[in-house]
């Protein structure tokens, strides 16, 4: 079964503190995908991994594709990170994305 | 380059009514996909248009149509509304519609079924 699980589903932090939002999926991907939404609805891809790590700015993505795992790193958070976070992932099986509910994300001054 | 524009950004119809929405790529983008985002149930997938030929369809009632025209603009149909039809409608392109391609989202059109 196509299943995308993401952790924790709020987050609030201060300031300059480090933060990470986990993904996990059920089988087999070709890719997976990093996205960000802002009040309004507008969505931004930041990250497309199908192996490794990636860098842009203060954010890391990272997969671990034998554990069905990835993770999105913010460093030194900033107010204006604050937005939900989605990870979507593309099966082997199939050729939709399927996405996680979300992480809402708050970063206080 | 100019970004995925959707029009409208923002209807309101009424149950039973039917609504067309407009998706234009980014130039060169010849994958289109729509997808449905509401508070219960998250982004879904609805489906996914190719060089004006429908390649994947997401779990959805038949009400939910669409079509890619030659210059690849989209449209997404929705007839015989429902209440649960209120939701956020995405549009997204990418150069050939695989999944190690970024997806570059429009604004959406907020539909709201009264």
């Known amino acids: 079964k196509n299943e995308v699980e993401q952790s924790p589903q709020n987050l609030t932090a201060q300031e300059g503190e480090f933060i990470t939002i986990n993904c996990s999926y059920s089988?087999?991907?070709?890719?997976l995908h990093w996205l960000q939404q802002h009040p309004g609805g507008g969505i931004v891809s930041l990250f497309m991994l199908s192996s490794g790590k990636k860098k842009h700015g203060r954010l890391i993505a990272t997969i671990n594709i034998q554990e069905k795992h990835s993770s999105l790193h913010i460093t030194a958070s900033h107010p204006r990170d604050s937005a939900v976070y989605i990870c979507a992932v593309r099966f082997l099986t199939g050729n939709q994305f399927y996405f996680g509910t979300g992480t809402s994300l708050t970063v206080i001054p | 380059k100019a970004g995925v524009t959707q029009t409208p950004r923002y209807l309101i119809k009424t149950r039973g009514q039917q609504v067309t929405l407009s998706c234009s790529p980014i130039?060169?983008?010849?994958?289109v996909s729509w997808y449905q985002q509401t508070p219960g149930q998250g982004l879904q997938f609805l489906f996914e248009?190719?060089?004006?030929?429908?390649?994947n369809k997401g779990n959805f009632p038949g009400r939910f149509s669409g079509r890619q025209f030659s210059n690849s603009r989209s449209e997404m149909n929705v007839s015989t509304l429902e209440l649960g039809d209120s939701a956020l409608y995405l549009c997204?392109?990418?150069?050939?519609?695989?999944?190690?391609?970024?997806?570059?989202f429009g604004d959406g059109t907020r539909l709201s079924i009264l």
């Open positions: 089988v087999g991907i070709s890719a």
């Open positions: 130039s060169g983008h010849r994958s």
């Open positions: 997204a392109s990418s150069l050939e519609g695989t999944g190690n391609q970024p997806q570059h």
């Open positions: 248009y190719f060089s004006e030929t429908q390649r």
